[in-house]
């Protein structure tokens, strides 16, 4: 399992596509937003949490169909779906391995963009804990919409079709805590809801990736 995650890990720095791709996303967006509301300081504070958070989710998002492609490609899917390390395995690694390339460097940037949003101090700390405990989420449930339309040629569009509504939860809920941890309300109710969110997806969606990733490979 470490081997995998190593090679993952080094393909997707080699490659940076999900790695500098993402964070250009996140930043260009972050960038444009002021630009788009008008230099309204109190404007950009209030919206500052959902604007973060749906630009790391979109930036996640982007780094999908290349999660599982290059791998079917060259073989190396029908490997792991025959080797003795079983494929829910294999695929939660690969979702780990997208966490650590794509949302772990978005959780880190995520501070220093909030400062052109003009955020609240108090809501950097709630804004990097939500994200921690949210994007897993978006990682594993990447990786069930990549290992459903694996086979299908072009299917980057239908891969955001499928995973955009299941990330509306993610999204509510990573955006109200960092939103209450801003404004200085009471941020429990939705970590817990975001953790429990991603504890779910990294529990049970290795499985139902790896019952997808079966039927394509037959």
Known sequence: MS??????LKLAFRAGGGFGLALAF??????????????????LATIAPGV??????????????????????DGSLDVLATSA?????????????????TGLPL??????????????????????VSLVLGTPALSMIGTFGAALTVGIKRGGLLLSLLVLPLYVPTLIFGAEAARR??????????????AGISLGCCALLPFAAAAALRMTLR
């Not at 081997?3 to 993952?8: E, K, N």
């Open 85 to 101: 390390l079983p494929l829910e395995a294999a695929l939660a690694i690969k979702g780990l391995a997208h966490w650590l390339t």
């Open 107 to 128: 959780v880190l940037v995520a501070p220093a963009l909030g400062v052109l949003l003009n955020m609240p101090a108090q809501g950097y700390l709630w804004l990097v």
């Open 181 to 194: 941890g801003a404004t200085g309300m009471a941020v429990e109710t939705p970590l817990v809801l975001l």
């Open 26 to 43: 996140f930043l260009i967006v972050t960038v444009l937003v002021p630009f788009s509301v008008g230099p309204q300081s109190a404007l």
């Open 3 to 8: 081997a995998l995650l190593l090679r993952d």
């Open 52 to 73: 973060l958070w749906l630009g790391a989710l979109l930036a996640c998002l982007l780094s999908l169909d290349r999660l599982l492609a290059l791998d079917f490609e």
